[in-house]
């Protein structure tokens, strides 16, 4: 008997443990350092998954029907859902007046015909799509072109629209070569700057989470949008990050996410096949996102976004 006891209050010891654990990570992730391996930024980017152990807990709570392990296990339920349950319904509210899709195409992708049909059957005013090769861009141009009469390219990112493009330049990421650029649009009389932008990637190796270049380059990016003239604002692009990524703050600090304002769900694009996170965004301000949606897998490796913007 006196072992039986001495177990259970193991037992609710360690669930317990693991309860306040798992709160305290996604209560005080910020805080979690960056310095080994990146850590806190690794964790950041999948931290929405960590609601899985919550359900966990409460059954192995229950198990034992001890009321204190219960009530712990209760706790990153209630952190979990203060976090993210805004982020469950349904926010679409109309078409508005216009809509941009966004893609990483995969430099390995070649077919081309079946990928631009997934996102023209959108019907997007602005289509904006990186990790393009000088093939591809000649390969989509060809299929664009004919209804989408403007159009602006830099390096390996581009970007077509209905709309006129008044003016345009590359942004400077400091890599040597060209991975993000702005483009002003005029939509209806309505100046709009897109930024576009493939930021640097990400790893997981034995170094950790390494992403001291993709940090750099959004820097960078964030103190372009910083500087931007016009009120009106759209970043679209694969950021190699969640928004929850606190390396990303010098772009997100200044921007919304539509799919948090006007999505349904968490939105995630990467992998395609199986998606765990979302790293391909659709960002705004001076505009009201009355839209946001993941569209189905193409032959790349992410999926692509949808947005919809009213004035």
């Known amino acids: ?42 964790i950041e980017t999948f931290l929405p998954w ?18 204190i392990a219960i009530i712990c296990a209760l706790l990153p339920a209630l952190v979990w859902f203060q976090m993210y349950a805004a982020l469950i319904p349904d926010k679409h509210d109309g078409e508005g007046d216009f809509r941009v899709v966004a893609h990483n195409v995969n430099a390995e992708n070649t ?38 009469e403007y159009s602006a390219a830099y390096g390996t990112v581009a970007l077509w629209s209905r709309h006129p493009i008044t ?23 309505e100046p709009v700057a897109f930024y576009v932008a493939h930021l640097l990637s990400v790893r997981v190796n034995t170094e950790g989470f390494t992403s001291e270049q993709r940090n750099e380059t959004a820097t960078l990016l ?35 996410s539509a799919q948090a304002s006007a999505g349904k769900g ?5 992998p395609a096949d199986t998606p ?14 009355t839209g946001s949606d993941v569209l189905d897998a193409t032959a790349s490796d992410h999926r692509p976004v949808q947005a919809d913007f009213a004035f």
Request: proline share 3%; aromatic share 8%.
């Open 276 to 289: 765990l996170a979302r790293i391909d965004q659709v960002l705004y301000r001076g505009l009201n996102a």
């Open 111 to 148: 077919d081309t015909e079946a990928t631009a049909a997934t996102l023209l059957a959108a019907a997007p005013d602005v289509i904006v799509l990186v990790e393009l090769t000088e093939d591809q861009r000649l390969a989509w141009a060809d299929v664009l072109d004919p209804d989408y």
């Open 1 to 42: 008997m006196g072992k039986g006891k001495t177990g259970a209050k193991i037992y609710s010891g360690v669930v317990i443990a693991a309860s306040l654990i798992l709160a305290a990570i996604l209560l005080l992730h910020r805080f979690i350092p960056n310095r080994w391996y990146n850590l806190g930024s690794l």
């Open 167 to 189: 003016e345009s330049n590359e942004v400077d990421l400091n890599l040597g070569w060209a991975r993000a650029f702005r483009a002003a649009i005029d939509i209806d009389g």
């Open 222 to 256: 964030g103190e372009a949008i910083a500087g931007e003239e016009l009120d009106r604002v759209v970043l679209a692009g694969d950021l190699n990050g969640t928004v929850q990524d606190r390396s990303l703050a010098p772009i997100t600090y200044q921007l919304e």
């Open 50 to 67: 960590f609601g899985i152990g919550v359900p966990v807990l409460i059954l192995l709570a229950a198990i034992r029907r001890r009321p």
């Open 266 to 270: 968490f939105g995630f694009t990467w």
